[in-house]
């Protein structure tokens, strides 16, 4: 115990003067899980621990900022024994035994015995944080989360249990276990049974990934079912092309991978996969700079698909952006620049929004009728959301106005 006591000695000590050992807030960090809950119990102290990384931006502002606010350390510091350890560095400390973030930065809040009472990642100013304190020392997490394993264990699955447990307790705590229990779950039903539209809701959770599970072959062999029932709030033909498409073609530079995806998808059966499998080849030639076939494709696939896919044209216009099509270094023929014009009026009358907007005037631009580009940009404040990101509106060399 000796050398534990040195260390908090040693971090209370951190400072110059009495006035900034008031303004920080004291962390242990080079001490072992047990050792900090016994700090607790003898100090009769709740825990705080803040995971980080060195490479994290908001870490480095909360700890530039709000863990040097005088008030957040004094609270901090009266209620809490507080620990912080970096994710990488620290990566087999004993409290990651326990818990495993899966964002920076990351909170814990538990009491003295180590029982989680609330959790939160990102960033929180101090107000934010303080009251994050104060609600987590009535907090009740960890005893949530273990009622709830507990009712999953014997056998409840019923729908509104499922989301909550899911969707709300278990992504606090265990986030990369909810594709685990979602997969386990669809295990447990019949194929009629995962048609469901709250089925088709969950699993469109995950269309970040390609894994070949039970969740994405569901969400694939049932995606026409899914789009009719989940309806626009969910956009589930968008999220398919994300999946489908745009995570293959992300892995462009690593062809092993990006094949090994296209193959994977190519050997399973589900509606439209003629489409996708299209859509593949199509952002082939465009990423390999074969702009006019590209288009060519995406025009044909657009005339044939938009009574079921309107929302093609949108997506793929938005990847000739992302192909640099629109830079200033490419100069492009009399018929690519009327097929980019084709897929932006579609994509307009089809999916109206600012984004497709902005296609719309793009297009314009590019064939030189800048009159009819502002002529278009001024519809904006008509249109609804979404609108392109800075980072991909940059792309498309339509000047902003200041």
């Excluded at 984004?355 to 314009?364: K, P």
Aim: with cysteine.
């Amino acid at each position: 115990m000796g050398r534990f006591y040195r260390i908090m000695v040693l971090c209370y000590l951190v400072g110059t003067n009495a006035s900034q050992l008031q303004a920080q807030l004291s962390f242990f960090q080079n001490t072992t899980w047990e050792e900090v809950k016994q700090q607790a119990v003898e100090s009769k102290r709740m825990i705080f621990v803040d995971v980080y990384t060195t490479w994290c931006a908001p870490c480095k502002k909360m700890d530039a900022t709000v863990f040097n606010d005088e008030r957040v350390a004094r609270y901090v510091n009266e209620h809490f024994v507080s620990l912080k350890l970096d994710a990488e560095k620290n990566r087999h400390h004993s409290f990651f035994s326990y818990f495993k973030p899966s964002a920076y930065p990351t909170y814990y809040w538990l009491d003295e015995t180590g029982e989680l009472l609330s959790t939160h990642s990102g960033y929180l100013n101090s107000d934010d944080f303080l009251q994050a304190c104060q609600e987590a020392r009535q907090g009740k997490l960890g005893e949530r989360l273990n009622a709830e394993r507990r009712r999953w264990e014997r056998g409840e699955r019923g729908e509104f249990f499922l989301e909550h447990f899911l969707f709300d307790i278990l992504p606090q705590v265990y986030p990369d276990s909810v594709r685990h229990y979602l997969n386990v779950h669809i295990g447990e039903l019949s194929i009629e049974q995962r048609k469901a539209s709250h089925i088709g809701r969950w699993v469109s959770y995950f269309v970040h990934e390609i894994e070949d599970d039970l969740v994405w072959n569901t969400l694939l062999v049932n995606n026409d079912v899914y789009t009719d029932t989940l309806g626009v709030e969910v956009d589930l033909p968008r999220k398919l092309y994300l999946n489908l498409v745009r995570l293959p073609m992300a892995e462009r530079e690593n062809t092993e991978k990006r094949d090994a995806y296209i193959r994977l998808i190519a050997s399973k059966n589900f509606p439209y996969k003629e489409l996708y499998m299209s859509l593949l080849e199509m952002e082939t030639n465009l990423f390999s700079g074969h702009f006019t076939e590209a288009l060519e494709q995406a025009v044909t696939l657009g005339g044939v698909y938009e009574k079921t896919h309107p929302h093609l044209y949108r997506e793929m216009y938005y990847s000739f952006i992302i192909g640099r099509f629109f830079v200033n270094s490419y100069r492009p023929s009399s018929r690519e620049l009327e097929l980019i014009l084709q897929l932006a009026e579609k994509s307009l009358a089809l999916t109206p929004s600012k984004s497709s907007v902005s296609y719309l005037a793009a297009a314009y631009a590019r064939m030189g009728d800048f009159r009819r580009a502002y002529e278009t940009l001024a519809t904006l404040p008509f249109h609804e959301k979404p609108m392109l990101s800075n980072a991909v509106y940059s792309l498309l060399n339509l000047p902003r106005k200041r």
